[in-house]
């Protein structure tokens, strides 16, 4: 199958994104946690976080707009209060991470509506998903609209992070096979992370070594 420009545009718009969005192949997929300032609570799945640097400690999310332009209670809650969690999700929550999709109105919670409990901690005003093995706190830094296609870039500074200590490396890094979280392709699949293969730095005047 070969596609150009017109044959892509011409595709039905329900199509045409499931197409577009399983390109990039398995992506992270988090649930974004979030409060307003009454404590009403808010839940949502991306697919669109990303590493931005380390020092500091960024991660950058898009978030995509309401096709209809009705309000988007994650976006307007982390505009607000500049605080939002990020939440791995395992096997066992994909259908309940998947269901917080779904427009449900402000005064319904999707933790309520979804089955997932929030966890909260005194240092963050937004909750963490209990059931999630890797955790993360996050103040918001940076907010750009992008004119290309109306979507939003955020950038937040990681807070807090939690994940259980027998997934760290002693280099630093995280075992996501051992914590058993999924990633996500396209908008609706949703695949787990198998047992990786790790090759030493990467360096001009040698070929890398194979670690596991």
């Given amino acids: 199958m070969r596609y150009n420009l017109s044959d892509i545009e011409a595709l039905p718009q329900r199509q045409r994104a499931a197409l577009i969005n399983c390109l990039p192949g398995i992506k992270p997929v988090m649930l974004v946690g979030t409060a307003d300032a009454n404590g009403a609570t808010n839940l949502s799945v991306v697919s669109s976080c990303f590493h931005l640097g380390s020092a500091p400690a960024l991660l950058g999310m898009i978030i995509r707009p309401s096709p ?3 309000e ?10 500049e605080c939002y969690t990020l939440n791995a999700i395992t096997p066992e929550m994909t259908q309940r991470a998947h269901h917080t999709a779904a427009r449900f109105p402000k005064d319904i919670s999707e933790f309520d509506a979804c089955q997932l409990a929030p966890l909260w901690d005194a240092d963050v005003s937004a909750p963490f998903v209990a059931e999630s093995p890797l955790r993360i706190a996050l103040s918001l830094q940076e907010h750009q609209p992008l004119a290309i296609n109306g979507t939003h870039l955020v950038i937040g500074a990681i807070t807090q992070l939690y994940c259980d200590d027998g ?31 790790r090759y030493s730095y990467a360096k001009p005047d040698h070929e890398p070594h194979r670690l596991t």
Avoid: K
């Fill in 68 to 70: 209809d332009g009705t």
């Fill in 72 to 81: 988007r209670h994650t976006l307007d809650n982390l505009l607000a209060q």
């Fill in 167 to 197: 997934a760290l490396r002693d280099d630093g890094s995280i075992n996501l096979h051992d914590l058993g979280v999924v990633g996500c392709a396209g908008l609706d699949s949703y695949h787990a992370i198998a047992e990786g293969v």
